[in-house]
């Protein structure tokens, strides 16, 4: 049982935001840096069949605890939560540099991905406590900006420790990263904690996260590992269906649920989570296909391949920085519709390169789709985020960085049956050029349809101002350093 609900902060602006930059790039750059050295730990250690698991149980870890990491961080404050976070990343980043097989190292991927889970969304959710909405969208630009660096230098240095060093450093590399990031997060972010009773909902943390885990793992390895129809995946998707049933009960009676059901019932927050939902799908679809689509159709390397997919996270944050020119003007909705139609044709030009393939016309339409994007997932976040006070803020910013996620899980397992369908009727095999160009094109146009989807839920956003929301910025830190 818990006693504490923060009120206020007395912090310094500007070393907390290189605290939270510095603890979002340990998970922007883990996410892209293990990709180019597996082929180096599966010589090492064996375990070909198994790798892929290494994402998949990583994302799963992250996914399914980021609920109960945003209700703790509503109930005992941000620092202890994204500490904990911290100090889970690094457990498992020693336990993966001292791994000594393949199942050794996705058990300690998964104790990476419960930290991830913690840090990604309490960031997020910190810098909304400390900074007005009219100072967000620069802000969360900044934070876009990790990603887009750490889209180059993970795979950078995966491969230059895999090829030079080791493989082990991949992991190793992160402990004075999380140490730092933690002595920063210690010496400058105090939370001003008032004194509360609160108690815990263990019961609905247990059921949702079990629940949430049979789901997502039903859909991360359905039409892969497991067939759709199999006894696992139907098995997994039943068993987790009937957990999340219960879990409203369970929630009902919860005296502070750890996902509250009245998320569900607001129409700002419900319409921006579904956005959210869209945006990972959309993310998920060019990360995951583009690098494969041009070195088998363009004949690129994979340093270039990826270097096409990282256009995308460079345009994110330029258009992330700057969308709050447009939103203070216009509105979160308008400026969503705008990001949105951006995405539509920026998907619409990767269909069209896919016809005739070529590096610089795919990664132009990644940039234009990466802009889009920036215009979307900021504004509409910040808008969730101002719409609530301080003790509800995290639960907000969890549910819209869990869409994200669930987004990118279910579209992995969509265009993957996609493509290989496309495949299998070519006839010509999975290393086929040609198929693999006619399922890149197959997929691309998936995409586009769920850019054009998610403009559905963007229409039925209230048309909210920021005038409407800013009475909601609530215990802001008194005497701010500027940052």
Not at 384 to 398: D, F, L, M
Not at 434 to 444: N, T, W, Y
């Amino acid at each position: 049982m818990s006693e504490t609900t923060a009120v206020g902060f007395r912090s310094e602006r500007g070393p907390v935001l290189v605290a939270v930059m510095l603890s979002t790039g340990l998970i922007a750059i883990d996410a892209t840096i293990l990709a180019t050295a597996v082929p180096s730990i599966v010589a090492d250690i064996g375990g070909f069949a198994q790798f892929p698991w290494l994402f998949s149980i990583y994302l799963l870890a992250q996914a399914v605890s980021v609920p109960v990491y945003s209700k703790l961080a509503d109930t005992i404050g941000r620092k202890p939560i994204m500490l904990v976070g911290i100090g889970l990343f690094l457990i498992g980043s020693i336990l993966c540099g001292f791994a000594w097989d393949m199942t050794s190292l996705i058990v300690f991927r998964a104790v990476q991905g419960l930290g991830a889970g913690a840090v990604l969304p309490v960031s997020i959710t910190i810098t909304g406590d400390i900074y007005s909405v009219r100072e967000r969208a620069r802000v969360q630009g900044y934070i876009a900006s990790v990603w887009a660096i750490s889209s180059v230098v993970g795979p950078t240095l995966g491969g230059l420790f895999a090829e030079f060093a080791s493989w082990r450093w991949i992991f190793f590399v992160n402990i004075p990263l999380c140490l730092i990031a933690a002595f920063m997060l210690l010496r400058n972010y105090h939370e001003s904690v008032g004194r509360e009773r609160h108690r815990i909902d263990y019961a609905g943390a247990s059921v949702l996260t079990v629940g949430l885990t049979l789901v997502i793992l039903a859909v991360l390895e359905g039409g892969q590992a497991w067939e759709w129809l199999s006894w696992q995946s139907l098995g997994a998707f039943g068993l987790g269906g009937v957990l999340l049933v219960a879990f409203v009960f369970v929630e009902r009676r919860a005296a502070e649920p750890v996902l509250p059901l009245w998320v569900f019932s607001r129409r700002l927050i419900v319409t921006t989570s579904l956005i959210s939902l869209g945006v990972g799908g959309v993310l998920i679809g060019l990360t995951s296909f583009v690098p494969t689509f041009l070195e088998a159709s363009a004949d690129a390397s994979p340093l270039v391949s990826g270097l096409a997919v990282a256009a995308l996270t460079l345009g994110w944050p330029i258009a992330a920085s700057n969308s709050g020119r447009l939103f203070l003007r216009i509105g979160f909705r308008r400026t969503a519709l705008i990001g949105l139609a951006i995405t539509v044709m920026g998907a619409a030009a990767l269909l069209a390169a896919s016809f005739s393939p070529n590096v610089w016309t795919t990664a132009l339409a990644c940039f234009i789709v990466g802009l889009g994007l920036g215009l979307v997932a900021s504004p509409t976040l910040i808008a969730a985020q101002s719409s609530v006070p301080w003790a509800e803020r995290g639960v907000v910013t969890g549910a819209n960085m869990f869409l994200r996620s669930l987004g990118s899980a279910v579209g992995v397992a969509i265009f993957g049956a996609v493509a290989n369908g496309v495949i299998a009727r070519s006839g010509l095999g999975e290393q086929s050029p040609v198929a693999i160009q006619s399922a890149s094109a197959a997929v691309f146009l998936a995409v586009v349809v769920t850019a054009v989807v998610t403009i559905a839920a963007a229409l039925a956003m209230p048309a909210a101002h920021v005038d409407d929301v800013e009475h909601h910025e609530v215990e802001q830190p008194a005497e701010p350093e500027p940052a």
